[in-house]
């Protein structure tokens, strides 16, 4: 209570001063302009406001609806299910068949990004550790799941250690098959996954520190090696950290909300796959692909959301089995739309014609900078999930798969779609 009144004094000394300098100013001014005479002061008539705030009864969403649904008739789209929600009124907009699961591709990243933010907060992080070995002159890594590990962070892990003749990796914080239900490992020389190991250099990508390009086979001894280059280590190998061994050094990964997104910017399968796997460990299951879609489904329900129609078998949605219905992803994006907890996930999300997977669609469509969204794209599937700001000022969520469809000219439909909200 001290602190408040001193402030209130300060401010009442300031004030005080203000105004005194101000009449001081009008006595002089009195003095030296007193004789001149002037016409009376310009009045300006009150303009009209420009715009007038939207309200249930200037927003059309009728008319948006019918628009939509039109829209959503191109044969560009093939089968699509999704919904569009009004965020002020909760409205629901538009839907078809938004209850229907179909493959979501990459937009189960927003159900990765969801339950990550809400069971581990927005500024979580991972620290990884390098310990005493079992025998002299051995060092172990103990990797915990950070794909993003960076050369300044071997740098700085060389530093805090010195000289070493071996360096070890211990991988025990993940288990299970490296490759989930519907990957095909060809699809990690295409730079789209790598084995999952949790412990990666720039999320294994060689030669380069983003987009997709071809993904080492041998992630977690690739941060073995990198670090045994900088210590002077002769060998490295995997295995496990003796337990309460000596802590020489550690390095920590970025803040959750900094990963997600990176993982949602490129789309990012092994980020996902980390975030997801991160999440499982946190709630004491296994660091598996079965644990950790699971661990996605139990904190969204958790959390008051229906995921009826789900089946999930991993976190990026690179796998063709995914199926989810355009209800959930939109159940989501509606709560991130309008509380706090889950309002980080919408910062994540690619601009329309300026960033991440966004950046060169949109060309001269309204929806461009408007429209925030997550991508998704497999063969027949173009997915498209996010929100955006109407020119009445109103801000809509919405949920769009499209199953069956040429890829090009479903983004084309998806996009003039997005693009109709932001009109209304």
Known sequence: ???????WSLAAVVTAVAVSGVAGFAVVADRHYGDLTHAPAYVAEEPSPLLEPATAETVDNAALGARLTALAGNPALGTVHGRVTDTVTGETVWEQAAGEALQPASATKILTGAAAILELGPDDTLVTEVVEGPQPGTVVIRAVGDVWLTSGQMDSLAEQIGEADQVIIDTSAWDGDPFMPGWDPADVDAGYIAPLEPAMLYGARLGETEGDVPRSHTPALDVAQALADRVGAATVGIGPAPADATVLASVESPLLTER??????DSDNIMAEAIGHELAVHRGLPGSAAAATQATLD?????????????????????????????????????????????????TLPVAGGSGTLVQRYGDLPGRGWVRAKTGTLTGTSALAGVVTAESGRVYSFALLVNGAEILGARAALDEFTSAIRES
């Open 260 to 265: 997600l997104e990176a993982m949602m910017m």
């Open 1 to 7: 209570m001290i602190g408040k009144k001193l402030w």
């Open 299 to 347: 904190v969204l329900t958790e959390h008051g959301f229906d995921v009826t129609g789900v089946f999930l078998a991993d976190n990026s949605g690179l796998s063709v089995h995914n199926l989810i219905p355009p209800r959930l992803l939109d159940d989501v994006l509606l709560d991130a739309a309008t509380s706090p907890r889950l309002r980080p996930l919408l910062a």
